[in-house]
T-cell receptor, first 115, second 116 residues
Framework: DSGVTQTPKHLITATGQRVTLRCSPRSGDLSVYWYQQSLDQGLQFLIQYYNGEERAKGNILERFSAQQFPDLHSELNLSSLELGDSALYFC??????????????FGPGTRLLVL | AQKITQTQPGMFVQEKEAVTLDCTYDTSDPSYGLFWYKQPSSGEMIFLIYQGSYDQQNATEGRYSLNFQKARKSANLVISASQLGDSAMYFCAMRSDGAGSYQLTFGKGTKLSVIP
């Protein structure tokens, strides 16, 4: 158990809908990252937050948004869902989010299926 | 730009034997970290081992060791005494100190199957 929690574990929804994925980082970690894992794209970085502020953006679509709250939990909002958004979405956390050597610990993931 | 290459889509190993999973990387940053993660069929990503670009010694964690060859830009994972529970996908990843490069860049992974 990495100490990172994600809810829900599974999500099935329809095209055009909006969903919210939730993540709680390990105790003491200030930085949260979101990754998407799909068969065709592999593991891709979406966005990083540090202590409530956006720090880095990756291949995140405009239909997707995220935030980190004062209690450090984070939510990833996916809207106008398309079939291609079906994927495993991971949240990871690290202590500060800086430095090449800082290990990121991953949550169990949320498996999203868009029908 | 950073890139991780894992050239072995799938590998088989006999139980109790050692196996090496290959990883090569590309970065122009002098300071970087290399990581290996394990993803069992249940889906979670489990951190295994870390090697820093300035580390003089190869990293080891129990049955896992990282064969770091900086000049060749390779960071191969060695699993000794394979167990059935080692069957999983293995991902090599890199993180560098370049501006804005706080995320991990992953390879495509290697699927390891341990044969009894």
């Amino acid at each position: 158990d990495s100490g990172v929690t994600q809810t829900p574990k599974h999500l099935i929804t329809a095209t055009g809908q909006r969903v919210t994925l939730r993540c709680s980082p390990r105790s003491g970690d200030l930085s949260v990252y979101w990754y998407q894992q799909s068969l065709d794209q592999g593991l891709q970085f979406l966005i990083q937050y540090y202590n409530g502020e956006e720090r880095a953006k990756g291949n995140i679509l405009e239909r997707f948004s995220a935030q980190q709250f004062p209690d450090l939990h984070s939510e990833l909002n996916l809207s106008s869902l398309e079939l291609g958004d079906s994927a495993l979405y991971f949240c990871a956390s690290s202590v500060e989010g800086q430095g090449a050597g800082e290990t990121q610990y991953f949550g169990p993931g949320t498996r999203l299926l868009v029908l | 730009a950073q890139k991780i290459t894992q050239t072995q889509p799938g590998m088989f190993v006999q139980e109790k034997e050692a196996v090496t999973l290959d990883c090569t990387y590309d970065t122009s940053d002098p300071s970087y970290g290399l990581f290996w993660y394990k993803q069992p069929s249940s889906g979670e990503m489990i951190f295994l081992i870390y090697q820093g670009s300035y580390d003089q010694q190869n990293a080891t964690e129990g049955r896992y060791s990282l064969n770091f060859q900086k000049a060749r830009k390779s960071a191969n994972l060695v699993i000794s005494a394979s167990q059935l529970g080692d069957s999983a996908m293995y991902f090599c990843a890199m993180r560098s100190d370049g501006a804005g490069s706080y995320q991990l860049t992953f390879g495509k992974g290697t699927k390891l199957s341990v044969i009894p």
